[in-house]
């Protein structure tokens, strides 16, 4: 019982005695210190690298997200100058890719070129974005139309606004990809409204 109650002695009186350079000590019954272990820090450079790295991908992830979410001040001619260089590609019924688009694939393709994603089909794409008055249309503005009741969905066709009354569009299998006019086309009679993604 004596010995363990001098364990106990020692141990506590090594606890409160310890500090950040000397945390083992031994004292005698006079108080002397008998034992002491001094130990340094060094600084963990690994780790320091690690967590600095990790910032500066954060960093970047983070700066793709607002890109794409905060879709303004893109550069229109080079969206519109990229459209153009599908003229006259064949339509295909689901396509997405060059030389085989259908109108919703094609508009996506462009949008995506300039790093936003847009839902895939005409119809849903006709969901997001600013409503446009007909009278206020600018380059870069989707186009939707009723082109087929038969589906029973108010929008069926989609295209791009090119300025000056014209748009381009991925329009039919027999006609590929084109430009047309909204006001002096059959274009102008089931035109339904225009959405503004990019400003």
Known sequence: MKKTLIIFSLLSTTLLFATSK????IKNRDGIIVKG??????KNNFFKDLIAEQKELLSQLKKIKIKKADPYNYNKNSLIENAKQHLGERYVWGGTKPNAFDCSGYVKYLYEKEG???????YQQSKIGEYVERDKLEKGDLLFFLTDKKRHIPITHVGLYLGNDKFIHAASKKDGVIISSLSKSRYNKIYVKAKRIIR
């Open 22 to 25: 000397n945390i083992f000590i």
């Open 116 to 122: 936003i994603e847009i839902p895939r089909t005409a």
């Open 37 to 42: 272990k001094k130990i340094s820090h060094n």
